[in-house]
C-alpha cells in the first residue's frame, strides 16, 4: 500500500509540536522549582519603528487601540512594542475616540474599523469608571490604565512601563481567551496580579507555559505569530 504523503507530514509536523511543546513545558516546570529570578520583572527594551510597521497591517495580526489617548503616543508605541520581547508575534497600533464596548456585548459582529487583518483587538482606555479588565474571547480585551501610577515615585517612569508592559500582556491573554493561572509571580497571568498594582508588580513580565502555550496555540492558526518562527509546516 503505498502511504499517503500528506498524512505523513502532517503527523510528522504534529508530533514536532507536541515534542517542542513537551520541552519548553518541562523546562518551565524545572524553573519553577527554583528559586525566583527578579530579572523576569525587567522588560526588554526595543525600538518601536521595528516593530510597528505600516506592512504589518497587510498581514494578520493583533491591534492595540489607544483609546482618547489613554496614554502618550510614544509610551503607547513603546509598551505595545515590548510585546514582541515576548511573543514573535504580528503588532499594529491604532487610535479611536471611545471603545466600541456597549456595541460589542450586544452583537458578535468584529469592529472592522482596524482593518480586516486585525484578527485581535486590544483597546486601551484610560477611565476611573471602568473595570480593569474586560473581554470576549476571540475577539477583544479591554485594558484600563487609568491609576497605573499609583505609588510610583513621579521620576520612576520604568516602573510604570513595566506595569504597561504587563497589562498589555494581560490585554493579549485575555484577547485570545487564556485566563489566569496559580504561577502567581513566574506569569504576567498568575492568580492574585490583576485587582491590585501591589499584585501586579510582583508577577512577571512574562508568560510561564502554563498560559504561553495555550496562548500560542491559539495564535498560530490566527496567522499573526511571525513567519519562520512557527513549528514546521
Not at 63 to 87: I, P, W
Not at 135 to 141: G, L, N, T, Y
Not at 177 to 196: D, H, I, K, Q
Not at 197 to 215: M, N, R, V, Y
Request: hydrophobic share 45%.
Amino acid at each position: 500500500m503505498v502511504e499517503n504523503v500528506a498524512t505523513r507530514r502532517k503527523g510528522t509536523r504534529t508530533v514536532k509540536s507536541i515534542l517542542t511543546m513537551t520541552i519548553v513545558l518541562l523546562a518551565g516546570l524545572s524553573s519553577a522549582q527554583q528559586k525566583p529570578v527578579r530579572q523576569e520583572n525587567v522588560v526588554a527594551k526595543v525600538d518601536p519603528a521595528l516593530i510597528l510597521t505600516e506592512k504589518v497591517r497587510n498581514a494578520p495580526h493583533v491591534c492595540y487601540v489607544n483609546v482618547g489617548n489613554a496614554l502618550d503616543e510614544k509610551a503607547f508605541r513603546q509598551v505595545v512594542a515590548s510585546v514582541a520581547t515576548v511573543l514573535p508575534i504580528n503588532l499594529a497600533v491604532a487610535k479611536a475616540d471611545a471603545a466600541p464596548v456597549p456595541n460589542c456585548l450586544t452583537s458578535e459582529k468584529s469592529d472592522m474599523r482596524f482593518g480586516k487583518e486585525a484578527r485581535l483587538l486590544v483597546y486601551v482606555v484610560n477611565n476611573p469608571k471602568m473595570v480593569r479588565f474586560a473581554s470576549v474571547p476571540e475577539q477583544w480585551a479591554l485594558v484600563n490604565v487609568n491609576g497605573v501610577e499609583t505609588g510610583i515615585a513621579t521620576n520612576d517612569s520604568g516602573r510604570v512601563e513595566t506595569r504597561l508592559t504587563k497589562m498589555m500582556l494581560k490585554g493579549l491573554a485575555f484577547a485570545a481567551g487564556v485566563g489566569s493561572n496559580m504561577e502567581s509571580t513566574r506569569c504576567v497571568m498568575g492568580f492574585g496580579s490583576f485587582l491590585t498594582w501591589e499584585g501586579l508588580d510582583k508577577t512577571s513580565a512574562s508568560f510561564s507555559p502554563f498560559a504561553g502555550i495555550p496562548l500560542m496555540e491559539t495564535l498560530t492558526p490566527m496567522g499573526v505569530v511571525l513567519t519562520g518562527l512557527t513549528p514546521e509546516e
